[in-house]
Nanobody
Framework: QVQLVESGGGSVQAGGSLRLSCAASGLIDSSYCMGWFRQAPGKEREGVARIDMRDGSTDYANSVKGRFTISQDNAKSTLYLQMNSLKPEDTAMYYC??????????????????????WGQGTQVTVSS
């Protein structure tokens, strides 16, 4: 059984940085696609970034390109999201997600929450202006 546990959220002023972590346990291996999602109150859950566990390729939502970086530490079975130049509109609950199968199979739909089976409980990020 796959378990995902996020940490690292908090409150920060605009322009600041945070690094989120997602500790994965269970059967996560190189066959998985993993991603970070976020959901603000009253809005749909949206994909922020994804990484293919086999080759490390990444993709980002346009709203975070150049500011966020997704990475993996296979030795620690941990996924990271480095968030720089944070904006108030980045305020949301951030979730780690995983699904068996290459990210390439999802094509441009990698940011659709329904494509992922495993989810963490989320960590809150609040950015004040």
């Amino acid at each position: 059984q796959v378990q995902l546990v996020e940490s690292g959220g908090g409150s920060v002023q605009a322009g600041g940085s945070l690094r989120l972590s997602c500790a994965a346990s269970g059967l996560i291996d190189s066959s998985y696609c993993m991603g970070w999602f976020r959901q603000a109150p009253g809005k749909e859950r949206e994909g922020v970034a994804r990484i293919d566990m086999r080759d490390g390729s990444t993709d980002y939502a346009n709203s975070v390109k150049g500011r966020f970086t997704i990475s993996q530490d296979n030795a620690k079975s941990t996924l990271y999201l480095q968030m720089n130049s944070l904006k108030p509109e980045d305020t949301a609950m951030y979730y780690c997600a995983a699904d068996r199968g290459s990210c390439y199979l999802l094509y441009s739909s990698w940011g659709r929450a329904s494509n992922y089976y495993y989810w963490g409980q989320g960590t809150q990020v609040t950015v004040s202006s």
